[in-house]
């Protein structure tokens, strides 16, 4: 069973960049497709981008392509969320999540969360 622990989460303003953190422990993490998922205020939990074993795949939703890059480092069992121009509707919580079924965006494919990390964008 893997654990997940997200970082790197704050407030920042409108334009502005940060990088999201997801360390995995506890299993062999290049066996796990990982994924980052968010909550903002009053909405349902919507997919944002996903990573195959080896890295070599991604998929992103529409809303985040060409401002989100989500990378891995299996050396460091570690995922990352680069998020830049950031907008406030890019406020939530973001979870990452771990799975075996390969590229997945839906929430209920995936076996193991994160805790999650506070964004707030402000504008």
């Known amino acids: 069973q893997v654990q997940l622990v997200e970082s790197g989460g704050g407030l920042v303003q409108a334009g502005d960049s940060l990088r999201l953190s997801c360390v995995a422990s506890?299993?062999?993490?290049?066996?796990?497709?990982m994924g980052w998922f968010r909550q903002g205020p009053g909405k349902e939990r919507e997919f944002v981008a996903a990573i195959n074993r080896s890295g070599g795949s991604t998929n992103y939703q529409d809303s985040v392509k060409g401002r989100f890059t989500i990378s891995r480092d299996n050396a460091k069992n570690t995922i990352y969320l680069q998020m830049n121009s950031l907008k406030p509707e890019d406020t939530a919580v973001y979870y990452c999540a771990a799975q075996w079924l390969g590229i997945q965006t839906a929430a209920n494919r995936y076996s193991y969360w994160g805790q999650g990390t506070q964004v707030t964008v402000s504008s």
């Open positions: 506890g299993g062999t993490f290049s066996n796990y497709n």
